[in-house]
């Protein structure tokens, strides 16, 4: 019964290499976003879909591309992997697009890039 | 561009301690603040504050939001060892945008 769920939880890769991290969240949502928390502890939202329409696009490299085929997952995929792209990503999802409402969050994929 | 700015950093407590965590922010279009607790893993919420000068309260913990001078406070009373972690505040503006404070880190000892 996890409300957001993400695979694979850790994630260990090559410098050059192209990974993709997958996110579903069964909480019947609208919005759903992607985080990067750095070594620091500082969460920095990367991207947020409503009903599969992009809404929330921050300055990230563009070998970052999220896919939502769905409004229940939103997939996030990596190109040609850099060192400084080792973080934890967080997926979370909100009922409301635009509304004080909450954020869930997924348990994380912790990326290390060698 | 949106900040929000917590403190302290983190601090060291023995249980039965009470402490207070602030977090100030600027925020454009500001909709609600928000505070998470992480332990391991992910940010579990804790609070969601949207009028100034209401109190919401859980348990031990409580948290109260000042919309004039732009700052929110959370206490936790009778501190337990589990409540080590790191609290996370979070700012929401319109377009559903969340901005989080670098966090505080707290440990509690017994």
């Known amino acids: 019964d996890t409300a957001v769920s993400q695979t694979p939880k850790y994630l260990v890769t090559q410098m050059g290499n192209d990974k993709s991290i997958k996110c579903e969240q069964n909480?019947?949502?609208?919005?759903m976003y992607w985080y990067k928390q750095d070594s620091k502890k500082f969460l920095k939202i990367m991207f947020s879909?409503?009903?599969?329409?992009?809404?929330i696009n921050e300055t990230v490299p563009n070998r970052f591309s999220p896919k939502s085929p769905d409004k229940a997952h939103l997939n996030l995929h990596i190109n040609s992997l850099e060192l400084g792209d080792s973080a934890v990503y967080f997926c979370?999802?909100?009922?409301?697009?635009?509304?004080?409402?909450?954020?869930?969050f997924g348990p994380g994929t912790r990326l290390t890039v060698l | 561009e949106d900040k929000v700015v917590q403190s302290p950093l983190s601090l060291v407590v023995h249980e039965g301690d009470t402490v207070t965590l602030n977090c100030s922010y600027e925020v454009t279009n500001f909709r609600s603040l928000l505070w998470y607790k992480q332990e391991k893993k992910a940010p579990t919420f804790l609070f969601m504050l949207t009028s100034s000068g209401i109190e919401k309260k859980s348990g031990r913990l409580s948290s109260i939001l000042d919309k004039k001078e732009l700052f929110s406070i959370l206490n936790i009373t009778a501190t337990q060892t589990g409540d080590s972690a790191i609290y996370l505040c979070a700012c929401k503006a319109a377009g559903n945008k969340l901005t989080f404070g670098g966090g505080t880190r707290v440990l509690v000892k017994p």
């Open positions: 979370a999802s909100s009922q409301d697009r635009d509304g004080p409402g909450t954020q869930y």
């Open positions: 909480l019947g949502h609208d919005t």
């Open positions: 879909y409503n009903n599969k329409e992009l809404i």
